[in-house]
């Protein structure tokens, strides 16, 4: 009896070691890897850029209301109407109820041009559709019911048009009718407008004014030093400005940096940089002036730009990377990187077996390299290939059990 139950603990026993065996087989992995992608990265500076522009302040008189032409962010001409001045607010209301008007009458007018399903995108008509009913659902999520009523009119747009090219569309010609009779008894009570305000230079309407508009202009490009910038303050808006006329010249970003970043720049050097305004996410630069500081370790660099739209006339700082350079190749993690017998490599597993392959490293930084991409028949890094970033007592053609 004492051997057989000898015989079942050493059963067991051995049973719980394989147990233990397999379970730490299966979790430990003597090598870890990443795969080798194509990527870009850059080699830049991350500043706080200040946009300097000059701007001209658009006032108004005290006296009527006005009824804006020219939306925020659009383009103006020299002596351009921004808005046209009435007595009172009525007027105001009756050419919203006009162009409310239009835009349903341009609505069904193209909605009755889908008469033929072939040559229809329903495709992108549906799209449409679910586009406008998610911001909508949006709208009401978020609390904003001031814009819900338009959120809801564009959708039942987007659906009518759908239903128009399916060809299940009703007869609208009832309902042009009512607009269009509408849209000539708003336009018969509409009183006439008692002046206009214009445009004293050509640019983008802003409406809007932080107090800069004065204190940073491109003016002494060479007095904006890191003291200039810490020191400045907006100036009081008067309460009757409407806004501003941003010039789409030549305008500055400053980012004050140290004087040793500043080393790495001259004046006249072609660059990049990246912002966070999504329809200009680069925007090319030169570098216009180095201002050092004679009291501080600080400098200002100004980066000259030529390109304007209505998203950027409307930014003051924000976040950006100026790029000197970018590179494009295989990224892999720099802790794969190994030197043998001098080369500079990382090894690759292929299957069960490790293999060291060279590479020439064009970028790095810190946690990440790029390779460059090779084409020759030999050992080199290739797109995918297994990288090891960690293992131990590696070397070439050893095999991974």
């Known amino acids: 009896?004492?051997?057989?139950?000898?015989?079942?603990?050493?059963?067991?026993?051995?049973?719980?070691?394989?147990?233990?065996?397999?379970?730490?087989?299966?979790?430990?992995?003597?090598?870890?890897?990443?795969?080798?992608?194509?990527?870009d990265m850059s080699d830049g500076l991350n500043i706080t850029g200040v946009i300097i522009r000059n701007e001209t302040l658009v006032s108004a008189g005290d006296s009527g209301v006005l009824h804006f032409i020219i939306g925020d962010g659009n383009r103006v001409a020299k002596d351009g109407v921004i808005a046209n001045i009435y007595d009172s607010e009525s007027a105001s209301i009756i050419l919203e109820r006009i162009d409310s008007v239009n835009g349903k009458i341009a609505d069904i007018e193209e909605m009755l041009s889908y008469n033929n399903l072939e040559a229809a995108d329903l495709d992108m008509i549906n799209a449409k559709v679910h586009q406008n009913l998610n911001n909508l659902i949006i709208c009401g999520g978020n609390g904003n019911y001031d814009a819900f009523s338009d959120k809801s009119d564009e959708l039942l747009s987007a659906y009518n048009r759908r239903q128009a090219a399916m060809g299940e569309t009703a007869d609208f010609s009832a309902q042009l009718t009512a607009l269009k009779a509408e849209k000539d008894q708003l336009a018969a009570s509409l009183p006439a407008a008692k002046g206009t305000l214009r445009a004293e230079k050509s640019?983008?309407?802003?409406?809007?004014?932080?107090?800069?508009?004065?204190?940073?202009?491109?003016?002494?490009?060479?007095?904006?030093?890191?003291?200039?910038?810490?020191?400045?303050?907006?100036?009081?808006?008067?309460?009757?400005?409407?806004?501003k006329?941003?010039?789409?010249?030549?305008?500055?970003?400053?980012?004050?940096?140290?004087?040793n970043e500043s080393l790495n720049f001259k004046e006249g050097d072609a660059l990049t940089i990246y912002t966070s305004v999504k329809s200009y996410p680069k925007l090319p630069v030169t570098v216009k002036k180095i201002n050092i500081s004679e009291s501080s370790g600080g400098a200002v660099v100004l980066f000259a730009c030529n390109d304007m739209n209505s998203e950027l006339a409307s930014m003051r700082t924000g976040p950006m990377t100026v790029v000197k350079k970018e590179y494009s190749g295989l990224k892999v993690p720099t802790s794969a990187r190994r030197v043998v017998d001098s080369k500079l490599g990382v090894y690759v597993l292929t299957?069960?077996?490790?293999?060291?392959?060279?590479?020439?490293?064009?970028?790095?930084?810190?946690?990440?390299?790029?390779?460059?991409?090779?084409?020759?028949?030999?050992?080199?890094?290739?797109?995918?290939?297994?990288?090891i970033v960690k293992g131990k007592n590696l070397y070439d053609g050893k095999i991974i059990s």
């Open 351 to 387: 299957g069960m077996q490790v293999k060291f392959v060279e590479v020439k490293v064009l970028f790095t930084d810190g946690d990440y390299m790029i390779c460059e991409k090779q084409t020759s028949d030999g050992d080199v890094l290739r797109l995918y290939d297994e990288v």
């Open 245 to 259: 006329i941003v010039s789409d010249y030549e305008w500055y970003i400053a980012a004050e940096v140290s004087v």
């Open 1 to 39: 009896m004492k051997g057989t139950t000898v015989l079942k603990g050493f059963v067991i026993l051995l049973i719980a070691v394989f147990a233990v065996h397999q379970a730490v087989s299966s979790l430990y992995k003597p090598v870890k890897t990443e795969t080798a992608v194509f990527s």
């Open 203 to 243: 640019g983008y309407f802003v409406s809007k004014a932080d107090g800069y508009e004065t204190v940073l202009t491109c003016e002494n490009p060479e007095s904006i030093t890191p003291e200039y910038l810490n020191g400045i303050k907006a100036e009081n808006v008067t309460e009757n400005t409407v806004g």
